[in-house]
């Protein structure tokens, strides 16, 4: 079966439409989870209508607008299907790309869409997306074109404990190639926005680079964060009391007069912030003791098991 999750948030022009072109498309059995993010145009009554004239259709609202990323995983919570596809609610993508990408998931864990030809415009999308989109190449090593394409494919598997927050829903693929999963990219067709408005503008960039910085640091250091803080405040401090050791060599040698000295004052600071950025790590491990002992989650993915 598969399960389409989709986000809603102020589209109520779109959804008559996309659920029409969605039935005509899937010919597996099927269900249909609709997310309502908050809308306060008619979004909801529509849904709430359409449900009730079908059979398969699931339809979640939240008291506020909590963002795409929350709107997907409680997407991904509902859904029954052991294929999962995501798709926006603004007829930007095109159903039609689904079948394609299920296809694709007997090779893939997962498949991105690629707008390779995106009709968004230049300055406030595409001009940030392009430069996001080589950060994120860069800094997650995973080579796909398009991170941020809201038509995807996943085999339920991969998703089950996966965990977003803030709006880290546009390095799904990278979470999941980090954990060993395979990632495919097929070109998907796009479309102007027709009905209502983005959500989204320049803002994103700068946010989207700190969620980078995030998902960088938890790759890499989640499970052992002391080799990261470790490190640097280690570098610090020993940066610091050598500056330090030298001044002493200073005073006594040569009897010089550190207070005129401000080569001291960085020597001193170097060794204070090492040490804090030092005992940082340690806390860091504490914590991440905590989680792991008390939420049940592996720091491992099992592909398979023969017993
Ligand atoms: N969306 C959402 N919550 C939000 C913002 C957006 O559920 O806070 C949904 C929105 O309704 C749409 C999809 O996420 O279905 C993509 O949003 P949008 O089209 O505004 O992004 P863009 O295509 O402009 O990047
Ligand atoms: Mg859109």
Known sequence: MISIVVPVYNEEENII?????????????????FVDDGSFDKSYEILKKIHSENENIKCIKFSRNFGKTAALMAGFETAKGDIIVTIDADLQNDPQ?????????NKYDAVS???????????????????????????????????????????????????LYGEMHRYIPAILAWKGYK??????????RKYGKSKYGVKRLARGLFDLINFKF???????????????????????????????FLKILYGEKLSERPLLLLGTLLMIMGFQIFMTGFLAEIMIRNYYSSSNKKIYVIKEKLE
């Open 17 to 33: 439409p996309l659920f029409e072109k969605l039935k005509k498309v899937i010919k597996k059995e099927y269900e249909i989870i």
């Open 97 to 105: 790309d689904i079948p394609k990408m299920v296809e694709m998931l």
């Open 183 to 192: 990632i495919g990219e097929v070109k998907v067709k796009h479309y102007p």
């Open 218 to 248: 938890w790759a890499g250091y989640s499970t052992r964060p002391l080799h990261l803080f470790g490190g640097v405040g280690l570098i610090m401090f020993i940066a610091g009391f050598l500056i330090d050791l030298y001044l002493v």
């Open 113 to 163: 869409g690629w707008r390779y030809n995106r009709k968004d415009p230049f300055i406030s999308k595409k001009l940030p997306s392009a430069i996001s989109n080589k950060l994120s190449r860069w800094l997650t090593g995973l080579k796909i074109h398009d991170f941020n394409c809201g038509l995807k494919a996943y085999r339920k598997e991969c998703l089950d404990d996966i965990e």
